[in-house]
């Protein structure tokens, strides 16, 4: 069903979604949904959101998804002499960065910055993307059009200047 909801938007590559299985603990089925976007197009976090509201996952269902974990081209920038955004090139969207507290990959890229390095793609995680679908759908209403989102970095691509 999410599958589906993801491969119906129009910047993804209908291809591409794939719904890898894991091994199941207890009753329910676990699974990883990944997919890419079309050449050329970036996902709409406010459109993948909706697309899986339109769904019955917005009703009743004990689906859950436990991260939104995405990888984006662009470039960062610093703010206030601190805190690093990333903006989307694609669509503009923009991240506040912020630590995950497992890889500490936030903390390289800093370092990497230092050092002149041009940070070309970040990936991470999308607070709040943890949960039963319903619970979750309704917690993102709103929030998902946002034009700025923080980004929990769990990797990065890094290139000399």
């Known amino acids: 069903m999410a599958r589906d909801a993801i491969a119906r938007l129009y910047d993804v590559d209908a291809n591409s979604v794939r719904l ?4 199941s603990k207890g009753q329910y089925q676990h699974g990883i949904i990944r ?3 079309k050449a050329d197009k970036s996902i709409a976090l406010d459109l993948l959101h909706e ?3 339109a769904t019955r996952l917005s009703g009743g269902t004990n689906m859950r998804v436990d991260y939104l974990e995405i990888t984006a081209r662009g470039q960062v ?3 206030d002499k601190k ?8 669509t503009g969207q923009t991240f506040v960065l912020a630590e995950d507290a497992e890889t500490k990959a936030l ?9 002149g390095a041009n ?29 700025t989102l923080t980004l929990l970095v769990t990797n990065f691509e890094a290139s000399s200047k």
């Open 20 to 23: 890898e299985k894991l091994e």
């Open 35 to 37: 997919f890419r976007a």
């Open 51 to 53: 697309s899986i509201t």
């Open 77 to 79: 920038s610093v703010r």
């Open 83 to 90: 805190e690093l955004l990333f903006k989307v090139a694609a």
């Open 107 to 115: 903390s390289r890229l800093r370092a990497q910055l230092e050092k």
């Open 119 to 147: 940070i070309t793609s970040v990936t991470g995680r999308v607070p709040g993307w943890a949960g039963r679908f319903p619970d979750v759908l309704k917690a993102l209403a709103g929030n998902a059009a946002k034009q």
